[in-house]
């Protein structure tokens, strides 16, 4: 009869040929603190190795998909650590965002919050775009946006839905306006509160997260949301196209000019310089009317000696001659209609070809964008990241956004005025206190950094006065190689010098 060999018969059986240990019956003290050492050691050694292969195991430099050329010289802003993984399959719970302000302002918060989604583990509903503004349009997310391709660029990011689950559709979200500029730990904590909750929502989304300080994934998903994610609608995309082909005609070369002397604008910031004491009044009881704006009373005469206003077409006719640029220049302005009596005129005067969306189409091809003036900016976007040249008149949310855009897209020749030195400049000027060519070596000479050349983003003393990411996202989500920095101003530099 064989016997069946099992794992115990075969521990039990005193086989000569099986190895035993051999066990002293009496362990000496010594030997034993040794044994609890090196075992304590050992134990230690081995939990660093499962630690450190964690923490390698969540370094996404190298593997993690993200935007732009990804490879060990990629600068990290530091900060603290964020999973940089795909989206978790458990949410905490569900995001309803309502964006507001304009649509460069609009596309910033939507943004931020993409990455505040992924620091609080939750699922994001579509956003609501704000259709109380100044403009008062009604165009949804999935009007401006093609929100399929935001979906499916963010897919291996975070979770985001259309809407609510049919189990949370009753639910009443807890309503909670972020802080300004809050850092990770505050979105964490918030998550807690998420968890039991189930839904959320931010009725406000400017300004909600720091400029620095965040995990390089967290960075790069910023760029990866704002830049390649939030992607124009197929028939803005195909009418920006067909108009950036009409000013490119005989492959000439044109300049988009951000002309923020606008109404609205100028009542927002109390600018009234060369405004007449009637058009002066009318933007005081505007602000004055305007709830949500905070201050009323504004010097400013004071704001624009400070380069707090936005330049008037005359200030912009002078600043764009004095650097250079021929009258033959052809200028796509990038903004509304103009303010004031004499209303683009002085710019026009200077500059004949000024060009904008409303004589460059027919008025068929502009009917579907009929009081719909957040899709007539989002064409305007386009057609301003395109230009050879870029410049603006004042920084607002159009112009970090655009600015931002181009530099992470290769540092393309932008220039933002030092508005500051330029009014004193031109006062002189029109003082008779400097000549004509004094006046334009000068302002040359205070912009020959500021054409859009690779510098790395500085924290600020202030979170309000600091330099914004998404005007320059470097560092955070564009690569540190000099080499390339350096062939970068080089070619702008030569741009510079053949044709400003």
Known sequence: ??????????????????????????????????????????????????????????????????????????????????????????????????ANGGLNQMKIGISDMVAITKIMNATLVLPHLDVTSYWTDTSGFKDLFNWRHFMDVLKDDINIVESLPPKLA??????????????????????????????????????????????????????????????????????????????????????????????????????????????????????????????KIINGTEKRLRGECPMTPRESAVFLEALGFPSSTKIYIVAGKTYGRDGIGPLRSKYPNIYTHSNLFTEEELQPFKRRQNKLAALDYIVALESNVFVHTYKGNMAKAVEGHRRFEGFRKTISPNKQKFVKLIDDLDGGLTSWEDFSRQVKKSHEDRVGLPSRRQPGQAFKSEESFYANPFPGCVCDKSKVHDKARNAISTQSRRSP
Not at 7 to 16: Q, W
Not at 39 to 59: C, E, H, N, P, Y
Not at 251 to 270: C, N, Q, V
Not at 273 to 285: I, K, R, T
């Open 1 to 98: 009869m064989t016997r069946r060999r099992t794992f115990e018969s075969h521990e039990n059986r005193p086989d000569a040929s099986r190895p035993t240990m051999f066990i002293p019956k009496r362990v000496h003290p010594f030997s034993a603190r040794v044994l609890l050492i090196v075992t304590a050691v050992l134990g230690f050694w081995f939990l660093s190795k499962i630690v450190m292969i964690r923490r390698l195991s969540q370094i996404d430099v190298l593997n993690h998909r993200g935007v732009g050329n990804h490879d060990a010289s990629l600068v990290d802003d530091g900060g603290s650590s964020d999973n940089s993984q795909g989206p978790a399959k458990t949410t905490n719970g569900y995001i309803l965002v309502h």
């Open 170 to 295: 009753s639910v009443i979200p807890l309503k909670k306006p972020p802080i300004s500029w809050s850092k990770p730990s505050y979105y964490r904590k918030i998550a807690q509160i998420l968890k039991r909750c189930k839904v959320i929502r931010f009725p406000q989304t400017d300004s909600r997260l720091v400029n620095n300080g965040l995990a390089g994934s967290i960075q790069r998903l910023r760029c990866r949301a704002m830049y390649e994610a939030l992607r124009y609608e197929d028939g803005i995309e195909e009418l920006a196209k067909k108009l950036i082909g009409r000013l490119r005609e005989n492959d000439e070369p044109y300049l988009a000019l951000h002309l923020r002397y606008e109404k609205d604008m100028l009542a927002f910031t109390g600018c009234n310089h060369s405004l007449s004491a009637a058009e002066s009044n009318e933007l005081e009881l505007m602000r004055n009317k305007t709830s949500h704006w905070r201050d």
